[in-house]
């Protein structure tokens, strides 16, 4: 079964009233109608792929009467039209669970709730790895870029001229190419923190810039 025809199967168990419900009369009478409204018309996506709630009915002024019944709970509900018909339809997660809580889907909830929870640590997981990917990347694109100046100020025969500070680090960079900026700056004679290792690869690049101008 999907998990559309489950929450309708859980809302046909419910009374049609609760006499223990916090709301007021004129609250639970909405809460029914938004209810039997979404038995009759109502549908909702596999959360896994996509958060998506909707109900399609016929009658403009029907259709507007229910999403100033979800309004009056805070749920905000927007309506476009399909052809003759008219859509009411929730995309947000949030809302979507305060829709469901609201028509006391109450075990639907629970579940739609352990989905978003399954599906934002993925995403969390998927977001840290693609930025640790693109960080890696772009050291890897960096650290290639230092060892080619490196290389060019040797083949022009200028690296013996260069400061004892900038031969130390440049002869470390070509050892320990994959190695992050803070590590290389640990192994030199005078350790210096990963600022003080860029400005000095930073000299590096300047000084083979301008010999590949001449």
Not at 77 to 101: H, P, Q, R, T, V
Not at 109 to 122: S, W
Not at 139 to 157: G, H, P, S, W, Y
Request: some cysteine.
């Amino acid at each position: 079964m999907s998990f559309s025809s489950d929450i309708k199967n859980e809302l046909l168990e419910l009374k049609m009233w609760n006499n223990n419900s916090q709301m007021n009369q004129e609250e639970q009478i909405a809460r029914l109608c938004i209810r039997e409204a979404f038995i009759k018309y109502g549908s909702i996506n596999d959360p896994y792929k996509k958060y998506h709630l909707q109900m399609i009915l016929k009658e403009k002024k029907k259709v507007q009467e229910i999403q100033m019944l979800l309004l009056n709970f805070n749920i905000h509900a927007k309506i476009i039209k399909k052809d003759k018909e008219y859509m009411l339809y929730l995309k947000d997660g949030e809302e979507i669970s305060n829709f469901l809580a609201l028509i006391g889907a109450n075990k639907s909830v629970i579940k739609f709730e352990e989905i978003r929870v399954i599906k934002e640590t993925r995403n969390d997981i998927n977001r840290l790895v693609n930025c640790e990917t693109a960080n890696l990347n772009k050291t890897i694109t960096t650290a290639v870029k230092q060892i080619e100046d490196i290389k060019l100020i040797q083949r022009k025969n200028k690296f013996n001229s260069l400061p004892d500070i900038l031969k130390e680090i440049a002869i470390i960079r070509i050892e320990n190419p994959d190695m992050p900026l803070a590590e290389l700056g640990q192994i030199l004679t005078k350790p210096i923190g990963k600022s003080g290792v860029n400005h000095r690869l930073k000299k590096i690049s300047e000084i083979a810039d301008e010999l590949r101008k001449n």
